[in-house]
Protein backbone atom coordinates (compact mmCIF):
# COMPACT_ATOMS: atom_id res chain seq x y z
CA UNK A 1 0.00 0.00 0.00
CA UNK A 2 1.17 3.36 -1.32
CA UNK A 3 1.56 5.81 1.89
CA UNK A 4 1.60 9.86 1.64
CA UNK A 5 3.20 11.33 -1.12
CA UNK A 6 4.32 14.66 -1.35
CA UNK A 7 5.17 16.38 -4.64
CA UNK A 8 7.53 18.21 -4.91
CA UNK A 9 9.89 17.26 -2.64
CA UNK A 10 12.05 20.90 -2.71
CA UNK A 11 10.68 23.58 -3.94
CA UNK A 12 12.79 27.39 -4.30
CA UNK A 13 10.87 30.16 -5.10
CA UNK A 14 11.66 33.97 -4.87
CA UNK A 15 9.96 36.11 -2.19
CA UNK A 16 6.38 37.26 -3.86
CA UNK A 17 6.44 34.43 -5.79
CA UNK A 18 3.30 31.59 -5.74
CA UNK A 19 4.32 28.05 -4.47
CA UNK A 20 1.31 25.21 -4.48
CA UNK A 21 2.39 22.37 -2.30
CA UNK A 22 0.12 19.04 -3.18
CA UNK A 23 -0.25 16.00 -0.91
CA UNK A 24 -1.69 12.38 -1.70
CA UNK A 25 -2.75 10.89 1.44
CA UNK A 26 -3.09 6.92 1.59
CA UNK A 27 -6.30 5.89 -0.26
CA UNK A 28 -9.52 5.80 1.91
CA UNK A 29 -8.15 8.18 4.50
CA UNK A 30 -10.88 10.54 4.64
CA UNK A 31 -8.56 13.01 7.45
CA UNK A 32 -5.56 15.10 5.29
CA UNK A 33 -3.73 17.31 8.10
CA UNK A 34 -1.12 19.52 7.02
CA UNK A 35 1.84 20.85 9.53
CA UNK A 36 5.10 23.00 8.76
CA UNK A 37 8.19 23.27 10.08
CA UNK A 38 9.97 26.49 10.19
CA UNK A 39 13.52 26.45 10.52
CA UNK A 40 14.75 25.83 14.26
CA UNK A 41 10.87 25.42 15.28
CA UNK A 42 8.65 22.89 16.50
CA UNK A 43 6.63 21.44 14.05
CA UNK A 44 3.14 23.37 13.92
CA UNK A 45 -0.05 21.58 12.85
CA UNK A 46 -1.82 24.45 9.64
CA UNK A 47 -5.21 22.97 9.32
CA UNK A 48 -7.09 19.59 9.38
CA UNK A 49 -9.65 18.21 6.25
CA UNK A 50 -11.92 15.68 7.12
CA UNK A 51 -12.82 14.94 3.47
CA UNK A 52 -13.10 17.75 1.52
CA UNK A 53 -14.85 20.04 4.42
CA UNK A 54 -12.03 21.85 6.75
CA UNK A 55 -12.13 20.93 9.91
CA UNK A 56 -10.27 22.85 12.04
CA UNK A 57 -7.88 25.64 9.76
CA UNK A 58 -7.21 27.28 13.26
CA UNK A 59 -2.99 26.56 12.76
CA UNK A 60 -3.27 28.64 9.19
CA UNK A 61 -0.63 32.01 9.74
CA UNK A 62 -2.10 34.35 7.99
CA UNK A 63 -4.65 34.43 4.58
CA UNK A 64 -1.50 34.52 2.23
CA UNK A 65 -2.10 30.42 2.65
CA UNK A 66 -5.02 28.83 0.83
CA UNK A 67 -5.16 24.71 1.27
CA UNK A 68 -8.26 22.63 -0.18
CA UNK A 69 -8.94 19.05 -0.85
CA UNK A 70 -11.35 19.18 -3.81
CA UNK A 71 -13.18 16.02 -4.07
CA UNK A 72 -11.75 14.85 -1.12
CA UNK A 73 -8.96 12.96 -2.21
CA UNK A 74 -5.53 14.99 -2.45
CA UNK A 75 -5.14 18.54 -1.15
CA UNK A 76 -3.10 21.28 -2.23
CA UNK A 77 -1.53 24.31 -0.17
CA UNK A 78 -0.83 27.44 -1.89
CA UNK A 79 1.50 30.51 -0.26
CA UNK A 80 0.44 33.28 -2.52
CA UNK A 81 2.42 35.67 -2.19
CA UNK A 82 5.75 34.01 -0.09
CA UNK A 83 7.61 35.79 2.03
CA UNK A 84 10.69 34.62 3.48
CA UNK A 85 9.65 33.25 6.65
CA UNK A 86 7.56 31.02 5.48
CA UNK A 87 10.59 28.74 4.20
CA UNK A 88 10.46 25.43 5.93
CA UNK A 89 9.33 21.75 5.75
CA UNK A 90 5.91 21.80 5.46
CA UNK A 91 4.53 17.75 6.09
CA UNK A 92 0.97 16.05 5.49
CA UNK A 93 -0.55 13.34 7.56
CA UNK A 94 -3.33 11.64 6.91
CA UNK A 95 -5.74 9.19 9.13
CA UNK A 96 -8.20 7.09 8.27
CA UNK A 97 -10.71 7.83 11.40
CA UNK A 98 -9.92 11.22 13.18
CA UNK A 99 -9.75 9.28 16.76
CA UNK A 100 -7.73 10.60 19.36
CA UNK A 101 -5.93 7.30 19.23
CA UNK A 102 -5.71 6.88 15.82
CA UNK A 103 -2.15 7.47 14.03
CA UNK A 104 -1.61 9.22 11.59
CA UNK A 105 1.05 8.86 8.88
CA UNK A 106 3.51 11.35 7.56
CA UNK A 107 4.51 12.18 4.14
CA UNK A 108 8.18 12.70 3.48
CA UNK A 109 7.12 16.54 3.76
CA UNK A 110 8.30 19.44 1.02
CA UNK A 111 11.53 21.48 1.82
CA UNK A 112 10.58 25.01 0.96
CA UNK A 113 13.15 27.63 0.23
CA UNK A 114 11.87 31.36 -0.07
CA UNK A 115 14.86 33.84 -1.34
CA UNK B 1 -2.85 23.97 23.63
CA UNK B 2 -0.16 21.57 24.64
CA UNK B 3 3.64 22.55 25.16
CA UNK B 4 6.27 20.24 24.56
CA UNK B 5 9.80 20.49 25.82
CA UNK B 6 12.61 18.01 24.25
CA UNK B 7 15.55 19.72 26.51
CA UNK B 8 18.58 17.45 24.98
CA UNK B 9 18.97 18.93 21.28
CA UNK B 10 21.47 16.64 20.48
CA UNK B 11 23.04 12.97 21.51
CA UNK B 12 25.60 10.87 20.51
CA UNK B 13 25.97 7.48 21.94
CA UNK B 14 28.32 4.50 20.85
CA UNK B 15 26.55 1.41 19.10
CA UNK B 16 25.02 -0.60 21.58
CA UNK B 17 24.55 1.51 24.25
CA UNK B 18 20.93 2.35 26.11
CA UNK B 19 20.08 5.96 25.31
CA UNK B 20 16.64 7.58 26.80
CA UNK B 21 15.20 10.95 25.14
CA UNK B 22 13.38 13.20 27.62
CA UNK B 23 10.13 14.93 26.98
CA UNK B 24 8.12 16.77 29.53
CA UNK B 25 4.35 18.14 28.30
CA UNK B 26 2.24 20.88 29.77
CA UNK B 27 -1.37 20.25 29.06
CA UNK B 28 -5.10 21.18 30.68
CA UNK B 29 -6.48 18.54 29.02
CA UNK B 30 -7.85 15.39 31.89
CA UNK B 31 -7.50 13.32 29.05
CA UNK B 32 -4.74 12.97 25.86
CA UNK B 33 -2.89 11.03 24.04
CA UNK B 34 1.40 10.79 23.30
CA UNK B 35 2.99 10.02 20.61
CA UNK B 36 6.78 9.29 19.28
CA UNK B 37 7.66 9.80 16.02
CA UNK B 38 11.42 9.47 14.36
CA UNK B 39 12.44 11.53 11.50
CA UNK B 40 15.18 9.20 9.73
CA UNK B 41 17.99 11.38 7.21
CA UNK B 42 14.74 10.52 4.40
CA UNK B 43 12.53 13.08 6.08
CA UNK B 44 9.49 11.56 6.81
CA UNK B 45 8.13 11.08 10.14
CA UNK B 46 7.80 7.70 11.14
CA UNK B 47 4.81 6.45 14.01
CA UNK B 48 7.09 4.62 17.04
CA UNK B 49 4.88 4.75 20.13
CA UNK B 50 1.89 6.26 21.72
CA UNK B 51 0.22 5.94 24.88
CA UNK B 52 -2.84 7.69 26.27
CA UNK B 53 -2.89 9.97 29.39
CA UNK B 54 -5.47 7.37 32.11
CA UNK B 55 -2.76 4.33 30.96
CA UNK B 56 0.65 4.79 32.76
CA UNK B 57 1.74 1.17 32.34
CA UNK B 58 5.32 1.41 30.96
CA UNK B 59 5.63 -0.97 28.20
CA UNK B 60 8.47 -2.20 26.36
CA UNK B 61 8.01 -3.20 22.62
CA UNK B 62 11.40 -4.65 21.15
CA UNK B 63 14.12 -2.40 21.68
CA UNK B 64 12.12 0.23 22.39
CA UNK B 65 10.60 0.94 25.58
CA UNK B 66 9.05 4.55 27.11
CA UNK B 67 8.22 5.30 31.04
CA UNK B 68 5.24 7.80 31.34
CA UNK B 69 4.60 9.49 34.53
CA UNK B 70 1.46 11.68 34.84
CA UNK B 71 2.98 13.78 38.28
CA UNK B 72 6.09 14.57 36.49
CA UNK B 73 4.45 15.02 32.95
CA UNK B 74 7.10 13.23 31.52
CA UNK B 75 7.03 10.75 28.99
CA UNK B 76 10.33 9.24 28.44
CA UNK B 77 11.61 6.82 25.56
CA UNK B 78 14.24 4.46 25.70
CA UNK B 79 16.13 2.56 22.90
CA UNK B 80 17.71 -0.48 24.20
CA UNK B 81 21.13 -1.28 22.58
CA UNK B 82 21.31 1.58 19.99
CA UNK B 83 21.79 0.96 16.00
CA UNK B 84 23.63 3.11 13.76
CA UNK B 85 20.19 2.73 11.54
CA UNK B 86 18.56 4.68 14.60
CA UNK B 87 20.25 7.85 14.21
CA UNK B 88 17.88 10.10 13.49
CA UNK B 89 15.75 13.49 14.58
CA UNK B 90 13.07 12.08 17.77
CA UNK B 91 9.90 14.26 18.39
CA UNK B 92 7.62 13.81 21.07
CA UNK B 93 4.08 14.79 19.99
CA UNK B 94 1.01 15.03 22.71
CA UNK B 95 -2.14 14.68 20.69
CA UNK B 96 -5.07 17.26 22.31
CA UNK B 97 -8.77 15.96 21.85
CA UNK B 98 -9.52 17.63 18.17
CA UNK B 99 -6.32 15.35 16.55
CA UNK B 100 -3.99 18.21 16.67
CA UNK B 101 -0.26 16.98 17.43
CA UNK B 102 1.97 19.61 19.41
CA UNK B 103 5.63 18.47 18.92
CA UNK B 104 8.75 19.10 20.37
CA UNK B 105 11.40 20.59 18.97
CA UNK B 106 13.13 17.13 18.49
CA UNK B 107 16.43 15.62 19.81
CA UNK B 108 18.68 14.63 16.82
CA UNK B 109 20.40 11.20 18.48
CA UNK B 110 23.58 10.21 16.36
CA UNK B 111 24.46 6.59 16.78
CA UNK B 112 28.40 6.05 15.99
CA UNK B 113 29.63 2.44 14.75
Known amino acids: EAGVTQFPSHSVIEKGQTVTLRCDPISGHDNLYWYRRVMGKEIKFLLHFVKESKQDESGMPNNRFLAERTGGTYSTLKVQPAELEDSGVYFC?????????????FGPGTRLTVL | AQKVTQAQTEISVVEKEDVTLDCVYETRDTTYYLFWYKQPPSGELVFLIRRNSFDEQNEISGRYSWNFQKSTSSFNFTITASQVVDSAVYFCAPRDNFNKFYFGSGTKLNVKP
Open chain 1, 93 to 105: ASSQVAGNYNEQF
